[in-house]
């Protein structure tokens, strides 16, 4: 995002609604930190300006700049996937996309959110672990697998790596007895991080309404706590055998 500086009067009203902090004074007048501003658009999309002095920049859509708004603007659609909300359904459509079998569990690991955002290094940390402890099987219709520039190592392409994003989710299936080989990946991570991040583990629900019990003592085994919170989406559903 840009500000017109002959155009803005220094009133401040803008810099609040900055979750990355990147909006500040300069001479009276405000200036965006291009370094840190996530192109999310919410200082645009407020309509706080007075006198409309911020704007787009002409180079908000060039590679590799665009991955700031595709995965930080909500009202944005991914240029990879097609999808809005950082480029991915997620869990969501399961019931339809069949993602996550019934002899597998979805992993997301959603990074970045709340509002603290993060660089897509953080994501590389995260492919890297993952790829060492031989997990790599990033959903094909995740953005972040056309991010990857060697599956074996987990490294992304290079001119990827200064760029920041608010939130982004590394998805994968993989079969359930795998989940604890996963789970360690992920704790061996953490001190790394330069960010937070939730971890979801997806699975269809057995009969009666109850969520796996071998998953559930994985998760418990690994130290992880967990909370249950369903994605149902009315008409989706379909009969599988
Ligand atoms: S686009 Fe988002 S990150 Fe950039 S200055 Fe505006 S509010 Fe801040
Ligand atoms: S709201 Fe507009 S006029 Fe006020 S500081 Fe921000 S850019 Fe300048």
Same mark, same amino acid.
């Given at each position: ?12 009203? *803008? ?7 990147? $909006?500040?004074? /300069? ?9 840190? *501003?996530?192109?999310?658009?919410? *200082? ?31 009202? =944005? #659609?991914?240029?990879? #996937? ?27 690991? !959603? ?9 897509? !290094?953080? $994501? ?13 099987? &990033? ?13 074996? =190592?987990?490294? %992304? ?9 608010? =939130?982004? &989710? ?10 604890? /080989?996963?789970?360690?990946? &992920? ?11 939730? %971890? ?5 629900? !057995? ?11 994985? &998760? ?20 599988? !055998?």
């Amino acid at each position: 995002m840009i500000v017109f500086k002959d155009v803005c009067v220094g009133c401040g009203r *803008c810099q609040p609604y900055c979750p990355a902090g990147a $909006i500040h004074f /300069d001479d009276y007048r405000s200036t965006v930190d291009q370094e840190l *501003c996530f192109e999310c658009g919410t *200082c645009l999309r407020s309509e706080i300006c007075p006198v409309d002095a911020i704007q787009e920049p002409a180079n908000v859509y060039e590679y590799p700049r665009a991955l700031r708004k595709y995965f930080s603007d909500p009202t =944005s #659609t991914h240029a990879v #996937t097609g999808i809005q909300g950082r480029g991915t359904e997620e869990s969501k459509t399961n019931d339809v996309t069949l993602r996550c079998g019934l002899d597998q569990v979805g992993i997301a690991i !959603e990074i970045g959110r709340p509002t603290l955002g993060m660089g897509l !290094e953080e $994501i590389q940390k995260i492919t890297r672990v993952l790829a060492r402890n031989g997990i790599h099987e &990033i959903e094909p219709n995740n953005p972040i697998n056309s991010m990857i520039l060697d599956h074996q =190592s987990g490294d %992304l392409k290079p001119e990827l790596l200064d760029e920041r994003v608010l =939130s982004a &989710i590394i998805e994968m299936s993989i079969d359930k007895e795998r989940l604890p /080989d996963i789970l360690r990946a &992920i704790k061996e991570v953490i001190p790394e991080l330069d960010s937070v991040f939730t %971890l979801d583990v997806v699975t269809m629900l !057995e009969p009666g309404l109850t969520v796996p019990p071998d998953v559930l003592s994985s &998760i418990e085994a690994e130290g992880f706590s967990w909370r249950p919170n369903a994605k149902i989406n009315m008409g989706l559903g379909k009969v599988t !055998e």
